[in-house]
């Protein structure tokens, strides 16, 4: 889609959750580089140069065989949900359970309260393709704290969501941060930002503009 | 792994078996073919019976040689008169001869047609070399020669086919299981974001690979058990009885160990290495 030669951030400097865990939004018009931001603290790219340190190790020195246990201790919520199509909503959620090792009775006891705080427990035994967009993200958020993160990072959560599933969304982060987890949460929304009131970052062709504790969505 | 990757399967473990049963079919005719080869040995007219029995029992001590059978003169005179029963005028010019014109003869297969000169250096340099009246070898060394170098060119071309074959098959099925893991990729990056590990990830696309390769084998296993019995009587017919149906039988056992192994072998490596490029980076 890009150039080889594009420069999608540039001089692109941040510390979130020095202090404790923050809510922060990272806020930009399409193309301003949020999601290539994402996928850097995924370590989905590597910064040509620069570092990104999280627990105190630059996570582009992390060995491919070590990556999956980086990404153990952080929740992912995508736009496109990111759902495995031939497991139900209970085996989804399960999976990240699974793979950080844990016991069936573990998995057995914890998914099912999971469920409840998305409030999917009735559609436990559903594939992704008979949920509506709300749900399918619901259970990508109880997948997400399954393995119970440090950091929620979330790409455009509610972008394929009607006004009410997004609201539901944005109030099931807000929880999860009560909770003690960091939320990143990347998004053009400009109702989301302003109802917030919590710290925003604001991009622009790949450079911060702004950095605000109680920010607004400001173009 | 779908319908698809299994018959794909299906079809290079048959394709293999194949092989190995042309070769079994090859090498039952060319066995025809060197049984059709021997030399006659004519001794002189003053040969006994019992010296011609001494000659044979000291023929067939020699490891080259495989059988020796005595054609008396009158053997010789009835096979000709059988050869010629339908030419009259020179059936006539025998009676009119009066006398058995025929030289008693032995006849000496060796195991191998290139061994017959090695037969002739020994008859040639032994006592029996005043015994022998005349060798036909040197009519026949030409065609000998032409059918050892026919035999080892279809044994040498056959092998070469075979593996060329081989090789075609496997790449096609692996290259079907590879799409099929393409298939799977977007899934297998969702497992990644995940922090599934790696052997995590692999772990079910192998047991699919072995599943598939077991259900192929299998399945190849009981096509080509099938097809053997009903083909049998039409394949012994085309190379004088070679009996596919039985040949498959007596080695089913080892058959269906290989077929299966193979299968086995060839989703979990194709498996392995498909799935190796989304598992990098």
């Known amino acids: 889609m890009y150039k080889p030669d594009t420069v999608a951030l540039k001089n692109v400097s941040f510390q979130i959750g020095a202090n404790g865990n923050e809510f922060v939004s990272i806020v930009g018009k399409s193309g301003a580089g949020k999601t290539t931001l994402i996928r850097l603290l995924l370590r989905e790219e590597e910064p040509t140069s620069g570092k990104i340190i999280y627990g105190g190790k630059n996570i582009a020195e992390i060995k491919n065989k070590d990556l999956s246990i980086f990404r153990q201790k952080i929740g992912c919520v995508f736009q496109d949900y990111r759902l495995l199509p031939n497991k139900t909503v209970f085996e989804n959620v399960a999976y990240a359970m699974e793979v950080m090792g844990a016991t069936d009775y573990e998995i057995l006891r914890d998914v099912p309260r999971l469920l409840e705080i998305v409030g999917l427990e009735d559609r436990a035994k559903h594939f992704p393709l008979g949920l509506s967009g709300g749900e399918k993200q619901r259970t990508a958020i109880a997948r997400a704290l399954a393995v119970r993160p440090e950091v929620i990072i979330a790409d455009e959560p509610t972008g394929n969501l009607d006004p009410y599933h997004t609201r539901d969304i944005i109030n099931l982060l807000e929880k999860i941060y009560d909770l003690g987890a960091t939320v990143i949460l990347a998004t053009h929304d400009k109702a989301i930002i302003n109802s917030l009131s919590r710290r925003v970052i604001t991009l622009d062709n790949g450079e911060i503009i702004r950095d605000e504790e109680k920010g607004r969505f400001i173009l | ?281």
């Open chain 2, 1 to 281: 792994m779908n319908v698809a990757t299994v018959f794909v399967l299906i079809v290079t473990i048959s394709l293999i078996t194949t092989l190995f049963i042309s070769e079994g079919a090859v090498k039952h005719i060319i066995a025809q073919i060197k049984e059709k080869i021997d030399i006659s040995v004519y001794v002189a007219p003053e040969t006994s019976n019992e010296e011609m029995e001494i000659i044979k029992d000291r023929l067939v001590e020699m490891p080259e040689v495989q059988a020796v059978s005595i054609v008396s003169k009158e053997d010789a005179l009835e096979q000709f008169r059988e050869r010629h029963k339908n030419d009259p005028v020179l059936l006539e010019s025998l009676d009119i001869v009066g006398t058995n014109p025929f030289y008693a003869s032995l006849n000496i297969r060796a195991n191998d047609p290139e061994q017959y000169a090695a037969i002739l250096e020994v008859l040639n340099s032994s006592s029996l070399d005043d015994i022998i009246y005349k060798v036909d070898y040197v009519e026949k060394k030409t065609v000998i020669e032409k059918l050892s170098g026919f035999i080892t060119n279809v044994n040498t071309g056959g092998l070469l086919m075979a593996l060329a074959l081989g090789v075609v098959a496997v790449l096609v099925a692996f290259n079907t299981i590879r799409v099929a893991i393409y298939d799977a990729s977007k899934e297998i990056s969702i497992m990644r974001l995940v922090g599934a590990p790696n052997r995590f990830i692999r772990g079910p696309f192998i047991v699919q690979g072995m599943i598939a390769g077991a259900i192929a084998a299998l399945a190849s296993f009981f096509i080509l058990l099938l097809v053997s019995y009903f083909l049998a009587p039409k394949i012994d017919a085309m190379t004088n009885g070679f009996n596919v149906f039985s040949w498959f039988k007596a080695r089913a056992f080892g058959l269906f160990f290989v077929q299966l192994a193979s299968g086995i072998a060839l989703g979990v490596i194709s498996s392995l290495i498909a799935i190796r490029k989304y598992l990098t980076a």
